[in-house]
Every structure is written in C-alpha cells, then in structure tokens.
T-cell receptor, first 112, second 113 residues
Framework: DAGVTQSPTHLIKTRGQHVTLRCSPISGHKSVSWYQQVLGQGPQFIFQYYEKEERGRGNFPDRFSARQFPNYSSELNVNALLLGDSALYLC???????????FGQGTRLTVV | AQSVTQLGSHVSVSEGALVLLRCNYSSSVPPYLFWYVQYPNQGLQLLLKYTSAATLVKGINGFEAEFKKSETSFHLTKPSAHMSDAAEYFCAVSDRGDYKLSFGAGTTVTVRA
C-alpha cells in the first residue's frame, strides 16, 4: 500500500509569491495534518483536518490556509511568501486524527 | 500548552555502545509521548509511543523508552548502537487523544566505528 504522498518534493519560489502544496493520505485515513520544519528545528504544527473540517490550527499567520477534499487529500496554501517560510513541509495522515499519524517525505520549499 | 525539551542537540556514540537520548515534558496532565526518527531528506518515522499503558515502551529497531511521571521524563535508549542509527531523533507530546504533536528541537546522533 502507498504511504502518505506529497507533491512536489522540492520547489523554489520568490518572495511575495503564492504556493500550493499537496498531500494524499494513506488509503482509508480521513485526517490530515500539516507541519512546518525549519532547518535545524523540530516540526511545528500548522493545521489538522478531519472529514473536511478544520480541527486545529497552530500559531501561524493567516497567510497560511489549507483545505481537505472529499477524497481526503489536502492542500496547504501559503500567500505572500517570506524568506522565513523556507522549510520542509510535512503532511501526516491518520485514521481519525485521534490515532497514530504517519508522515510523508515532505516538500522542501525554498523562498528566494 | 504541551511542550518537550530535548537535552543535548548532538550525541556521539561508538558502535556497540549505549544510546541515551533525553526528553522532558511539560504538561498539567499525563500526555501522550512519542519518539520519531528522521533520516536525511526523509519524513518522520515513529519509533515508539506512550499512551498510558505500560510505562516501559518498546519500539522498533531495538529502542525503548520509560515514562517517569515523577521526573516528567521520557528518555530513549538502545543498548547497542549500530551505524544505521545515525539520524535525527525527535521527542513529541500531545494531549491525550489529540495527536496534534508538539516536537522538541531534536537530537542528532552520530555513530563512530
């Protein structure tokens, strides 16, 4: 079975641009969470979705938004990119959001 | 809010030696606790988790951790290090049943031949 898949694996954007990152959960999993991992730090929780509803949000500005689709895949959108948004963005899926999370390989975003 | 502190950003051990990674948590109620491993350019893999069953938790790859409420600690150990254990290790905490994880800053483990 396929694990959590994220796309793209790497991308480079310019300050002020917008970016969309995508995540497909493990088949049967209905919850997706997003984390930001800045180089040299631990991951920071951004969002959790379950059954297309936002279940939790971390301490991130409104430039960050996300949604979950009927097939349980998810997008993370970041507007007005800053240099400090450069990070590895990790997606994790779980059955309900109250069970073990499985992480994807991440998307490496570089803002120049 | 839940938080964890990992003591030591880098640990170097000889192959075959004990690996000990320290993690202390801050929580008003007993939380769920996790250890994850991250290899270069990869995502996170769960090593083990504590969810209020046995206080000594055994995980994959020979790792184990002990939950000590009196010390608010959840240290990770492996009796004999292998070269393949070289990676970054993260301790994480969540509210019970919540699984919104708060991670520590991580500890990088290097293994000397």
């Amino acid at each position: 079975d396929a694990g959590v898949t994220q796309s793209p694996t790497h991308l480079i954007k310019t300050r002020g641009q917008h970016v969309t990152l995508r995540c497909s959960p493990i088949s049967g999993h209905k919850s997706v969470s997003w984390y930001q991992q800045v180089l040299g730090q631990g991951p920071q929780f951004i969002f959790q979705y379950y059954e297309k509803e936002e279940r939790g949000r971390g301490n991130f500005p409104d430039r960050f938004s996300a949604r979950q689709f009927p097939n349980y895949s998810s997008e993370l959108n970041v507007n007005a990119l800053l240099l400090g948004d450069s990070a590895l963005y990790l997606c994790a899926s779980s059955l309900t959001g109250n069970t073990e999370a499985f992480f994807g390989q991440g998307t490496r975003l570089t803002v120049v | 809010a839940q938080s964890v502190t990992q003591l030591g950003s880098h640990v170097s051990v000889s192959e075959g030696a004990l690996v000990l990674l320290r993690c202390n948590y801050s929580s008003s109620v007993p939380p769920y606790l996790f250890w994850y491993v991250q290899y270069p350019n990869q995502g996170l893999q769960l090593l083990l988790k504590y969810t209020s069953a046995a206080t000594l938790v055994k995980g994959i790859n020979g790792f184990e951790a002990e939950f000590k409420k009196s010390e608010t600690s959840f240290h990770l150990t492996k009796p004999s290090a292998h070269m393949s254990d070289a990676a970054e290790y993260f301790c994480a905490v969540s509210d019970r049943g919540d699984y919104k994880l708060s991670f520590g800053a991580g500890t990088t483990v290097t293994v000397r031949a």
